[in-house]
DNA sequence: CAATAAAGATACCAACATGGTATCATATAT
DNA sequence: ATATATGATACCATGTTGGTATCTTTATTG
């Protein structure tokens, strides 16, 4: 999969934030976009870290965005919640397959992943936001 | 990961198979790809209800090709040992995402999925056999 | 025909990733 | 001072996947 859960409710989150403009708490996060309170934490406290957004503590406070919607990319987001974009890892972990280099399929394999980067890269928040004008409603709203 | 484990086993007793032209037990495979005996079994056993080859019970029995390697196409061992190619399944898995056809995203990474099933299924094991020269062996031989 | 060597079927186990929870510490507004 | 927010971190639950074990069935061969 190359979107995760914890990918995808970080977007909802961002893109809520560009639409606030101001401070927002997780508690009003978790109850629009009807995500588990605790994890929404743990997802806000990461994209504190990834630079993201900014946390101010206290009553009042929460998170506000860091970024414009159209610097903030796609690939940038996977790489914070599940590591770098990555579909042709040999299956040898350890012991590293010997002919990656000449090895076929991965050449094939690399092909395919260079060209998901590619696309993934150019994607930014804005882009999201007005493309899908319903990203991140799901059938119960 | 596009490729798992089981299906590069697959991958590399087919090729086996293909040199060998003749029937070839588990055992003979277990040995010579250095994979771990009940699980090449089970692999083995999944290939022939994919049609892929076919078995001899008894001493002297094993498993024979019935395909040609150019008839063998990666997308189909994939389908069989990892279920079908899928980059862009909906996070929400129960309760669809109700915006499928509206959403940006999914849109997006279906191209991405559309490209990858392209590529993989124009390989086929011939391909990967002449390309690779010597896919299917680790460090350790 | 008995013994053996193979595959068929199936159930089980272990490790890991991921989604999700809980708790305690720290900062800040009033 | 107290309430309300985040920071940090450790923990738990579930699903997937790689891997194992066991029992049954079929066929060869002496």
Do not use: H
């Not at 796609?74 to 299956?91: A, D, M, R, S, W």
């Not at 280099?101 to 260079?114: A, D, P, W």
């Not at 696309?119 to 990203?135: D, H, Q, W």
Request: glycine residues 10%.
């Amino acid at each position: 999969m190359l979107i995760a859960r914890s990918t995808d409710y970080a977007i909802r989150a961002l893109k809520y934030l560009a639409e606030s403009g101001e401070e927002v708490a997780v508690s009003e996060l978790t109850q629009k976009l009807k995500i588990p309170w605790p994890f929404m934490r743990k997802i806000m406290q990461l994209l504190g870290r990834g630079g993201f957004v900014a946390s101010k503590k206290g009553p009042g406070g929460g998170f506000i965005l860091l970024k414009k919607p159209e610097e903030i990319y796609l690939t940038e987001l996977i790489k914070l919640f599940q590591g770098p974009v990555c579909l042709n890892e040999c299956v040898f972990k350890k012991k590293v397959c010997a002919n990656k280099r000449t090895c076929y399929l991965s050449k094939k394999l690399g092909e395919i992943e260079e060209y998901a980067y590619l696309v993934l890269s150019r994607i930014n928040l804005k882009e999201i936001m007005e493309g899908g004008r319903n990203y991140g409603k799901t059938e119960n709203n």
